[in-house]
């Protein structure tokens, strides 16, 4: 018995007879009998057919591993801008405002230091750059670690700049003020320190 689409929607339906019924049931557990022409009958064809046409179907790679290459770019000029701007930004030494309203000066810090002004006094911890903007009497003060306090009296003269900074060695501590001009009196260690600290 010939197995057509009329059959078929009968028996799904339930009004097929005994023996149609048989045949149709017979055709689904044995369809490749009545495989059309050109259908695979044996197994190595069909698994000919399958390596061709897994030979001819395009990878496709994850998202991650697709823009990984860019992923890792932008990643990479990020983390270098960041770090270009934090090392510009500590090397970059901090000018500060005194108290008073006109002081005749101006403060730029060294790393770590910290200074402030009054009543002719300016009292500072670590390295200091003044630059002057009037003749005037300037009182620097600086306390050491272990407790004792320097005090030096200078005459800073408009348009000059002055460093000054507390200096220790294995022996004692001493509080050194001088011209910038005369920083190659300085030894070639301090020296070296201060010019990279304030771009001399």
Partial sequence: ??????????????????EEAAAVESWLDNDIADAPAGAFTNATAR????QQIWQQVRPVAPFYKRYLPHIAAAAAVLLFVVFR???????????TASNSSNPGFTIQLGKESKASFQQDTLNFHGT?????TKNQDLLFHTTCKDGTTRTKAIHISEGESYIALHYKDKESSEMLVINENMLF????????????????
Avoid at 85 to 95: I, M, N
């Fill in 185 to 200: 009196e300085l030894p070639p260690v301090i020296k070296n320190q201060l010019s990279e600290q304030f771009k001399i």
């Fill in 1 to 18: 018995m010939q197995v057509t689409k009329a059959l078929i929607e009968k028996y799904h339906d339930g009004h097929c007879t005994p």
């Fill in 128 to 132: 200091i750059k003044i630059v002057s």
């Fill in 47 to 50: 698994d000919a057919m399958k």
């Fill in 85 to 95: 701007f934090l090392v510009a930004a500590s090397d970059t030494p901090a000018t």
